[in-house]
Nanobody, 111 residues
Framework: VQLVESGGALVQPGGSLRLACTVS????????MGWYRQAPGEQREWVST???????DYSSSVKGRFTIFRDNAWNAIYLQMNSLKPDDTAVYYC??????WGKGTLVTVSS
């Protein structure tokens, strides 16, 4: 199983970014997928989850600004991030069922 994140970049406060995670695994569509992030000097924290049925959950810090969605035809999930804040600066990790993890993609929100 391999997860590869992409889309991280430097963006100004208030801007938007879309992260992608592609997964090499069979039966991708049956797994709960999620995003976590780790800011410098901080512990890794949960951001969002999407179940096999499409149910989504978000941490209070991103709810209303971030949207998670999946494309089972492409074995991929995405995280649309709007109204970005400097506090969103972190390495973002994709996870499959909290058992498999990608190496992360860096998002920096700064003017």
């Amino acid at each position: 199983v391999q997860l590869v994140e992409s889309g991280g970049a430097l963006v100004q406060p208030g801007g938007s970014l879309r992260l992608a995670c592609t997964v090499s695994a069979s039966n991708f569509d049956i797994y709960t997928m999620g995003w976590y992030r780790q800011a410098p000097g901080e512990q890794r924290e949960w951001v969002s989850t999407i179940t096999r049925g499409g149910h989504t959950d978000y941490s209070s810090s991103v709810k209303g600004r971030f949207t998670i969605f999946r494309d089972n035809a492409w074995n991929a999930i995405y995280l649309q991030m709007n109204s970005l804040k400097p506090d969103d600066t972190a390495v973002y990790y994709c996870t499959m069922n909290s058992n498999y993890w990608g190496k992360g993609t860096l998002v920096t929100v700064s003017s």
